[in-house]
């Protein structure tokens, strides 16, 4: 295991000027193996483009955990998808992290508050549940990419997220990237991918896009939301 001072903001920076420039299987290994073993997951939304990084870290080590927010509010396809990709791939440790009850039951009795207040629904449904799970672990690897919003423009692989690190080996990658890396290994998209979903969440806060659209742009459509919270909760 490798020595790490700390999780300072210069410790992570220091991090990502030795390390960020390798291959993304090769920022996974180091980070899975060297860097935090045994205390480092995955967090991914089995949406349209997870199953590149879902199969790089299958292929780094199957056993790694991989947090998937279950907020009672996804597709059915994504449900059959998550346990599909997870059987295909040989990852044996998919975790479901589930809302609060009691916080369900006091703030959204009703299940429609991603209407009236879809950032206060985000909060419940997935960064409380998500940051309660992450207190065991020193890191975590996301699927973000650069080009997908500009918020994430300059975004680099190595972050400081609180106490944590948080890692996004597929930073640098482009949609090119992914579409070429599925298909040269003929590996399994959401099949709302090809109902025209190239963005994919919960069900009510997801639509379709439009040829040429940015692909989030149906998320959270008709607001002005682009983020459900998790990346920028501990900022």
Same mark, same amino acid.
């Given at each position: ?8 903001? /210069? ?7 030795? @390390?960020? $420039? ?8 180091? =980070? ?20 590149? &990084? ?13 947090? @998937? &927010?279950?907020?009672? +509010?996804? @597709?059915?396809?994504? &449900?059959?998808?998550?346990? !599909? ?17 009691? $916080?369900? =039951? !006091? ?18 449904? +997935?960064?409380?549940?998500?940051? #309660? ?17 500009? /918020? ?7 972050? $400081? ?12 990658? /482009? ?10 290994? #003929? &590996? ?10 190239? /963005?994919?969440?919960? #069900? ?8 040429? !659209?940015?692909?989030? $742009? ?14 920028? =909760?501990?900022?």
């Amino acid at each position: 295991m490798l020595d790490i001072p700390g999780r300072a903001s /210069s410790a992570v920076g220091a991090l990502d000027r030795m @390390f960020g $420039a390798l291959p993304a299987k090769e920022v996974l290994s180091l =980070a899975i193996n060297d860097l935090f073993p045994g205390r480092i997951a995955l967090v991914s939304s089995f949406g349209a483009d997870s199953i590149a &990084l879902l199969h790089l870290v299958a292929s780094v080590a199957p056993a790694t955990p991989v947090l @998937f &927010l279950e907020t009672g +509010k996804h @597709f059915s396809q994504t &449900l059959a998808y998550r346990d !599909e990709v997870a059987e295909k791939l040989g990852l044996t440790n998919v975790i479901d992290l589930n809302p609060s009850a009691a $916080a369900l =039951a !006091e703030k959204d009795p009703d299940g429609t508050l991603n209407a009236r207040d879809p950032d206060a629904c985000c909060a419940i449904r +997935k960064v409380a549940p998500l940051y #309660e799970a992450l207190s065991g672990y020193d890191a975590w690897i996301t699927g973000r990419r650069r080009e997908q919003t500009f /918020s994430r423009n300059r975004m680099d692989v190595f972050e $400081a997220d609180g106490a944590r690190t948080k890692i996004n080996p597929l930073a640098g990658w /482009s949609q090119d990237d992914i579409d070429t890396y599925v298909w040269r290994l #003929e &590996l399994p998209r959401n099949p709302l991918v090809d109902e025209g979903y190239a /963005s994919i969440g919960c #069900e009510p806060c997801t639509a379709r896009v439009a040829p040429g !659209e940015n692909a989030r $742009a149906g998320r959270w459509r008709g607001t002005d939301k682009i983020e459900c919270g998790i990346h920028t =909760a501990a900022e």
